[in-house]
C-alpha cells in the first residue's frame, strides 16, 4: 500500500489550494478514504472523510464550508480543495486509509507541509 500526497505549500491568507493523494497497492474503489493534520506539538486531527463511492462526506467543523473532499475511484485519487484558508490551517496533511487485513491496519501518506501566510 502507497499513499502519496501532492499539492502544499505556502498560500496567502483567503487563498486556497488542492491537495492531491495517490493510492496503490489496494483496491482503492472499496474503501473510505481520509485527510487528517498535524501542527507541531499537537495531536493528528481528523479533517474529512469520503465513502468509498464518493457518495458520502463529513467533515471537522473547523473546516466546514470552506473544504472540500473528492474522489476519482478512476485514478486513484483522493482530493482535498481548500478554500479561505486561515492561519490555522496551516499544518502538515496526511492521507490516510484503514485497509482490512486479517485485522485494520492504517495507512499514512508522507504527508505535505500546507503554510498560510501573509
Known amino acids: 500500500v502507497q499513499l502519496v500526497e501532492s499539492g502544499g505549500g505556502l498560500v496567502q491568507p483567503g487563498g486556497s489550494l488542492r491537495l492531491s493523494c495517490a493510492a496503490s497497492?489496494?483496491?482503492?474503489?472499496?474503501?473510505?478514504m481520509r485527510w487528517y493534520r498535524q501542527v507541531p506539538g499537537k495531536e493528528r486531527e481528523l479533517v474529512a472523510t469520503?465513502?468509498?463511492?464518493?457518495?458520502?462526506?463529513n467533515y471537522a467543523d473547523s473546516v466546514k464550508g470552506r473544504f472540500t473532499i473528492s474522489r476519482d475511484n478512476a485514478k486513484n485519487t483522493v482530493y482535498l480543495q481548500m478554500n479561505s484558508l486561515s492561519f490555522e490551517d496551516t499544518a502538515v496533511y496526511y492521507c490516510?486509509?484503514?485497509?482490512?487485513?486479517?485485522?485494520?491496519?492504517?495507512?499514512w501518506g508522507q504527508g505535505t507541509q500546507v503554510t498560510v501566510s501573509p
Open positions: 469520503i465513502s468509498s463511492t464518493g457518495g458520502s462526506t
Open positions: 497497492g489496494f483496491t482503492f474503489s472499496s474503501y473510505a
Open positions: 490516510h486509509a484503514a485497509i482490512y487485513s486479517n485485522g485494520v491496519v492504517n495507512y
